[in-house]
Each structure stands twice: as C-alpha cells, then as structure tokens.
C-alpha cells in the first residue's frame, strides 16, 4: 500500500490563481481530510469527508473547496488563491468502526505571491 | 472535545526515557486520549491511545492518571530520531464529525 499520496509537493501561486491539490488514499478508508499548518501553529482543519458523496466544513473552510467522488480520491480546490493561504497542506484518511487513528499524508508546501 | 494543555518545549538525553505530559482536565468520559508526533517537515505519525488504562506499543507507553484529567506519554529509550513535535488530543469517538483538533504540542529535542 502506498498509504495517503499528495501531489504537488511544492506549487507557487500568483495572487486571483487557481490549483487543486491532489489527495489519493489506497486502504479504502472513509474518512478523509484535508488540514493546513502555518509556522509555529498546530494542524487546523480545513474540509473533511465522511464518506464519497459526502463533504463539511472544519475550521477554515473559507477560499476552499472540496468534492469526493470516490472513496480514494479527495481533491481540495483553491478558488482564487490568496498570500493568506501560504501554508503546508496535509491530507489524512482514517477508518470507521471506532478507530480514530488518521494517516497523515507527506504535504503540500503553497506559496502565494 | 476536551482542551488539553502541554509544555512548549522539553529536552531529553540519547538513551534516556522521554516523559511527556499533558494535561486535559475538562476530559468526558468517553473521550479517549490521543498520541501523535511531527517530525520536521512530514505529515504528523500516530503514536498511541488510550481510555483509562495504560497502553503500550511498540512505539511507547501512555500512561493515564486515575481521574483521567492528565496523562504522560513515555518513550522508554529516546533516540535522535524521536526529535520532533508532539500532540496530545482528546477526542470522543463521533462518526461523522471529524474535527480533530491539534494545538501547538509539545516540541521535544534528544540530545546526544
């Protein structure tokens, strides 16, 4: 299994762009995430899924978004990047049935100008 | 989700047992205790989790007080490697709500 895969490693944006940051699981998990770290601050979360078809907010929703058409895939959408959203981008997966434990993916480092 | 609370920054020598607490005070009773740490620049590993009784791993030990209001993660022989940041989450199993929430943890460096 190759676990949670995320593609770019690295992008840089210019101000008003927009990009999809890639997320593909293969352990057929239901649950996925997305999350953003900021120098010196915890991992907050972005938008998760509970399942294809399904989506919802997390913390700092706002200039992203997301859609899950499959249970692997679950790509993150910026509309029109801002510098505000320089940061690294985590994907994580995790099962149901009562285990919490998340597998992290190795990130996405974003630079905008 | 319960707020926890943890020491910015702890040192630990190459060999020695690495000693991490937390603190969640506020903790209900069906919120487990989780464990996971970030090495630089990677996505955060899970480490360990637990309910009320100790646990032990592989990877570590976690340690959970009686009144479950703190909890100390242990690494038995810290090595270089182990340097990295380390989270302390309280969380109730709840499907279908997946706000997991990190804060800032607890930045841990083994020095050789």
């Known amino acids: 299994n190759a676990g949670v895969t995320q593609t770019p490693k690295f992008q840089v944006l210019k101000t008003g762009q927009s990009m999809t940051l890639q997320c593909a699981q293969d352990?057929?998990?239901?649950?996925m995430s997305w999350y953003r770290q900021d120098p010196g601050m915890g991992l907050r979360l972005i938008h998760y899924?509970?399942?294809?078809?399904?989506?919802d907010q997390g913390e700092v929703p706002n200039g992203y978004n997301v859609s899950r058409s499959t249970t692997e895939d679950f790509p993150l959408r910026l509309l029109s990047a801002a510098p505000s959203q320089t940061s690294v981008y985590f994907c994580?997966?995790?099962?149901?049935?009562?285990?919490?434990?998340?597998?992290f993916g190795p990130g996405t480092r974003l630079l905008v100008l | 989700d319960a707020k926890t609370t943890q020491p910015p920054s702890m040192d630990c020598a190459e060999g020695r047992a690495a000693n991490l607490p937390c603190n969640h005070s506020?903790?209900?009773?069906?919120?487990?205790v989780y464990w996971y740490r970030q090495i630089h620049s990677q996505g955060p590993q899970y480490i360990i989790h637990?309910?009320?009784n100790n646990e032990t791993n592989e990877m570590a030990s976690l340690i959970i007080t009686e009144d479950r209001k703190s909890s100390t993660l242990i690494l038995p022989h810290a090595t270089l490697r182990d340097t990295a940041v380390y989270y302390c989450?309280?969380?109730?199993?709840?499907?279908?709500?997946?706000?997991?929430?990190f804060g800032t943890g607890t930045r841990l460096t083994i020095i050789p």
């Open positions: 352990m057929n998990h239901e649950y």
């Open positions: 506020t903790i209900s009773g069906n919120e487990y």
């Open positions: 989450i309280v969380r109730a199993p709840n499907f279908g709500n997946e706000k997991l929430t």
């Open positions: 994580a997966s995790r099962q149901t049935s009562g285990r919490e434990t998340q597998y």
């Open positions: 899924s509970v399942g294809a078809g399904i989506t």
């Open positions: 637990g309910l009320k």
